[in-house]
């Protein structure tokens, strides 16, 4: 699941609104409230470089602990999710364990010059059993959610 979007900036200035991102002073979408999702509030760097660590905080307490996979600075950036034990969204679904689970995301920006876009990929599995019920809402729900940071980021950087 991939989105992107513009930013009138360098790749310079985007980096560090990507591996350190503070985002809780922007409202949430009505649906995370309605569907539990949790908001997410920032992303800090405990380490950078590849298998360094990020630690995402969201409103609801819980975290990602985040293992760096990738690491060209100014380029890419990609990590794994590793929801801690607990982290439910719709309700129901623990995302650390359950039928429905973020794998890894990743940062792509590429210069254009007087602007920069930024692509945000996602990967996710579902469960095999519900497979054909979820895959629709949940490539719904995270083209939002992936919407939402981007859109975030573009604030804070422009």
């Known amino acids: 699941m991939c989105s992107s979007i513009d930013i009138a900036a360098q790749p310079e200035m ?3 609104n990507i591996t350190n991102v503070k985002i809780e002073q922007f409202s949430d979408p009505v649906i995370f409230r309605l569907l539990d999702i949790p908001k997410p509030l920032k992303a800090e760097m405990v380490l950078e470089g590849k298998h360094g660590k990020r630690i995402a905080y ?16 100014f380029v890419e950036y990609s990590f794994s999710f590793n929801p801690e034990k607990g982290f439910r969204v719709l309700y129901c679904f623990d995302i650390s364990i359950g039928v429905f689970r973020i794998l890894s995301g990743s940062y792509l920006l590429s210069d254009q010059g007087e602007k920069t876009v930024l692509t945000l990929n996602s990967t996710y599995s579902i ?10 809402p949940v490539r ?19």
């Open 14 to 16: 985007i980096w560090e």
């Open 58 to 73: 969201f409103k609801n307490g819980k975290r990602f602990i985040q293992e760096i996979l990738e690491w060209k600075p």
């Open 127 to 136: 469960d095999r059993s519900l497979y054909y019920l979820l895959n629709l």
């Open 140 to 158: 719904i729900i995270l083209k939002i959610f992936q919407r939402y940071l981007l859109i975030s980021i573009k604030r804070n950087t422009e």
